[in-house]
């Protein structure tokens, strides 16, 4: 495979913060970048080159940005199947339609997890009321019922502690594919981040803790609390789904730890540039971003040391218009998404604290 | 003076790679940019968000430009007197029009400098070869001939070191408003960088160290070789400049120095982020760019400390084509300004090396 030249066009699906900073690091690197997305006030349209607005089931101009780019990726998991196909058409889709298909449908996810030897929370696909009951019967309480697919930031889930809370969960997924997970008592969130490039190598970043409040990521915090043992069963899972999948580019694994066990199971997989990721801009040797654009473009992957002790903060809604107090914080690194309208909840930007290595630290 | 908030749009004069860093930069604080430049193909286009291809004599295009933004900036000095005129009348200009017209005439410049308490080398001014003679007499050899304006990169410069070279001077100058410069023994040629915000307050950055090649920018090393009174002497000297220009935005001052003596001579002065200062971006706790985005938009000025040891080096024509070499290097950051055409000279790229300060170093 011959890599893919700075000054060529890379395509983006998407494009929200994680497509404006892609584009971002594609830009750093010498490569223009066409977004495409349906939402015409797209923050990433404003750091590329080309974009298009359109529907992701417009056939032609999917086929017509494809053929516009020497590689494709995407900043989202609920690309659609069709329009991963017309992509890969005409273009390099980078990572594969096959990590977008699997991530898309948690059946699907934890079925290839447990044959990757990943241990998961056990889980049963239910559709009816019956076939909930069942499930219930084998996977015993508490249990958290998901719809299998587009599922995001808490959204589709409901916790199960007794059989009145059933009813509910049929109201919730209208018979709609879906699974019961067996709940998990665990201490602590973490994120395994790795990249793996063209040629099969894999680099992990150092992991990272996450602390989620109303179900969005609240903060990271790298290093992560956790042994040595954890940090380096986390990053060899993250490994050999990367290594499964026969992946291209970023992957994010999010994952559970209970302390006391030192067991380590994978809640679920995210085939790209990921929230828990963006310390590694100024927190890491290389950025998150900055190593997915090299692995698609069969690049070698850069170094992924932390360069200190790092804190990431989301910044959502109208924490945005406390903007002054982070760029006046001397420690803070301040990123502004460019969105204008800051709704509550919505990620508007992020802090990055750098307790940077110093002569007299062990 | 109320700041430019984030999603306000930048206006920058200038398309080349420094407007394309800054376009960068103001997009990780959510700035949206407009980049005015007469060529098509300006490498700045490619992370902007709006631009305008047109001549800086085109007044209704630039009318309609800095109407269209809250702020306007420039990454080249030789912006014409008219076209700031037109920009600052609807628009913010920073830095001043002043700076455009202390720096680009290298008279008024060093007779401001020295107005400022900053030493220069002497210098007389001449246009006619009699004049040419008589400021020789007073300046004495060797001497080297300036054009007032528009010289960069060593361009229109001549070495005087015998009366025969008179004539060569006369050639090249052809009798536009020149002067003449006595020659300076010097060791060393070093930046100071500093940002001046809205209120008056400076930041200073380490002083970097220069080495020129063919008259172009090879290398920049930071801490440069010299005593820690000098690295003090040269940030006060910009930092007067700064103040008595009541400037806002970054300014880089190049100066040389003698080892011996401890002296410390202006050489020049740049009203604009500079070339000596991109080792920032990777290397210290702000980048030039951000900075110069900070001050221009009346927020605080960020910190200037070094992370480390840091080298920049310019990738100038075919060394572009090297890009793997400094990919697979795990110390370097690779910068490709997104230009196709490697010309012979021609600024491409550059890399910066970074030995971080680590816990075992003194």
Not at 61 to 90: D, G, Q
Not at 180 to 197: C, K, N, P, T
Not at 291 to 299: K, T
Request: hydrophobic share 40%; charged share 25%; with cysteine.
């Amino acid at each position: 495979m011959t890599a893919v030249k700075p000054g060529s066009t890379i395509g983006i699906l998407g494009g929200g913060q994680l497509g404006r900073m892609l584009a971002l690091a594609a830009a750093k690197l010498g490569y223009r970048t066409h977004i495409f997305c349906p939402d015409e006030r797209s923050p990433a349209f404003h750091v590329a080159r080309q974009f298009t607005i359109a529907p992701y089931e417009n056939e032609e101009a999917l086929a017509e940005f494809a053929k516009s780019c020497a590689v494709v990726t995407y900043e989202f998991e609920n690309v659609p199947a069709k329009t991963a196909e017309i992509v890969a058409r005409h273009s390099n889709l980078r990572p594969c339609a096959r990590a977008l298909k699997i991530s898309q449908d948690r059946l699907l996810e934890k079925t290839f997890l447990n044959e990757c030897g990943v241990t998961t929370a056990p889980f049963q696909p239910f559709e009816t009321e019956e076939e909930l009951t069942a499930a219930f019967r084998v996977i015993g309480r508490p249990a958290v019922a998901k719809t299998r697919r587009m599922g995001y930031d808490g959204k589709g889930q409901i916790l199960i502690k007794n059989r009145q809370d059933i009813d509910r969960v049929m109201e919730v997924t209208g018979g709609a594919p879906s699974i019961l997970e067996g709940f998990v008592q665990f201490d602590r969130e973490i994120s395994a981040i790795v990249a793996r490039s063209v040629e099969g190598d894999v680099a992990a970043f150092p992991v990272g803790e996450n602390v989620h409040t109303n179900h969005i990521l609240d903060t990271t915090d790298v290093p992560a609390t956790i042994t040595e043992v954890v940090e380096a069963k986390a990053k060899v899972m993250a490994t050999r789904i990367a290594n499964a999948l026969d992946y291209v580019g970023v992957l994010a694994v999010e994952m559970f730890v209970n302390d006391k066990t030192g067991d380590v199971i994978v809640n679920e997989i995210a085939p790209r540039v990921h929230n828990s990721g963006h310390w590694t801009i100024e927190g890491a040797e290389t950025s998150q971003f900055e190593q997915h654009i090299r692995a698609i473009c069969g690049l070698p992957l850069g170094p992924t040391k932390a360069l200190g002790k790092v804190r990431m903060k989301n910044l959502l809604g109208k924490d945005i218009l406390e903007y002054e107090q982070y760029l006046a914080d001397t420690n803070a690194h301040f990123h502004h998404y460019g969105k204008l309208d800051p709704r509550d909840g919505r990620k508007m930007g992020h802090v990055t604290w750098v307790e940077r290595f110093r002569p007299e630290e062990k």
